[in-house]
């Protein structure tokens, strides 16, 4: 059998790419080596760079929350001090009307002048009735005294009436369109009878007579009627109220007086007077606060 050659020749050495293999291998492992321990330090601790940067963060989130919240509570305080400039606007044009309307406004300040003048004109006038009033009171408890006096001089019994005292009409009659109006002047005081369906009693003193609203309501409506009468019926101690009372309707109405003397006490009866008897509407109530005034004699002719 035949030997075999040796070869020491023609063969390839290996030894250099398994170093450099092994080498790399080496490498490899001594990076994954640095590295796992570089992920465990991470994973065991922070470093103070990185703690810092993570205080400065929580610092920051928390200053921004705060600002949010401060940032609500700016925002409701300007709501609230836009409505307050809004109502300081609103009080300053009302403040400006109202400074106007005083300063610049004379059509008011007329008014307002007018009304107070009516006002004081009327105070005037229940002043000056009340003094009247006054003044009668006193005559009154004289007149009362004195018919005490004559009723217990005379001694009428208590069930012993008087008879009526009926009113005629004197002369050839009275024309079919005339209108009558009665006033009984008695003592002290005036009496309109039935004029707005019921009797009505004034103190005849000046004062009164002048500034009585309902007297002068009852002449101001008997003079828009030219035809119109007012026949006063004057008892035996009337004589002074007839002439207040029928001087006022004369003087400053310019109404038609006539007068008729009635005698005794007794009641009138003026049933024959029925078709020829005026009506006028009732007196205003009196007058309130906001210039209403009583009626103005009309002018003299």
């Known amino acids: 059998m035949a030997k075999r050659r040796a070869s020491g020749e023609g063969e390839v050495s290996l030894f250099p790419f398994l170093s450099i293999l092994a080498c790399l291998i080496g490498a490899l492992v001594l990076m994954i080596v640095v590295l796992?321990?570089?992920?465990?330090?991470?994973?065991?601790?922070?470093?103070p760079e990185e703690i810092q940067r993570a205080q400065d963060y929580i610092k920051l989130k928390k200053e921004i929350e705060e600002r949010k919240e401060l940032d609500v509570v700016l925002k409701e305080k300007l709501a609230t001090l836009e409505k307050l400039q809004k109502a300081i606007e609103e009080k300053q044009q009302q403040f400006i009307k109202l400074r106007k309307l005083l300063s610049t406004s004379k059509d008011i300040q007329d008014a307002n002048l007018?009304?107070?003048?009516?006002m004081q004109k009327e105070l005037d006038d229940l002043l000056l009735e009340i003094e009247g009033m006054k003044k009668q009171q006193a005559e009154s408890k004289k007149e009362i005294e004195a018919l005490m006096a004559e009723i217990k001089k005379r001694?009428?019994?208590?069930?012993?009436?008087?008879?009526?005292?009926?009113?005629q009409p004197s002369g050839s009659g009275m024309a079919e369109d005339s209108k009558v109006y009665f006033v009984e002047a008695a003592g002290g005081g005036l009496k309109i009878l039935g004029a707005w369906g019921e009797d009505y009693r004034l103190s005849a003193t000046a004062e009164v007579v002048v500034a009585n609203v309902p007297y002068n309501h009852f002449l101001s409506e008997i003079a828009k009627n030219p035809k119109a009468l007012l026949l006063f019926l004057?008892?035996?101690?009337?004589?002074?109220?007839?002439?207040?009372?029928?001087?006022?309707?004369?003087?400053?109405?310019?109404?038609?007086?006539?007068?008729?003397?009635?005698?005794?006490?007794?009641?009138?009866?003026?049933?024959?007077?029925?078709?020829?008897?005026?009506?006028i509407p009732p007196p205003p109530p009196p007058a309130p606060a906001d210039g209403t005034k009583a009626p103005e004699p009309p002018k003299s002719k």
């Open 36 to 47: 796992v321990i570089s992920q465990m330090g991470k994973a065991e601790g922070r470093s």
């Open 114 to 118: 007018k009304i107070s003048q009516q």
């Open 155 to 167: 001694q009428v019994p208590p069930d012993k009436k008087i008879p009526p005292v009926i009113v």
């Open 234 to 279: 004057i008892r035996d101690d009337g004589q002074g109220a007839f002439n207040n009372g029928a001087g006022r309707a004369a003087n400053d109405y310019n109404i038609r007086v006539g007068k008729l003397p009635i005698p005794g006490k007794g009641v009138l009866d003026l049933a024959m007077f029925d078709k020829y008897r005026g009506k």
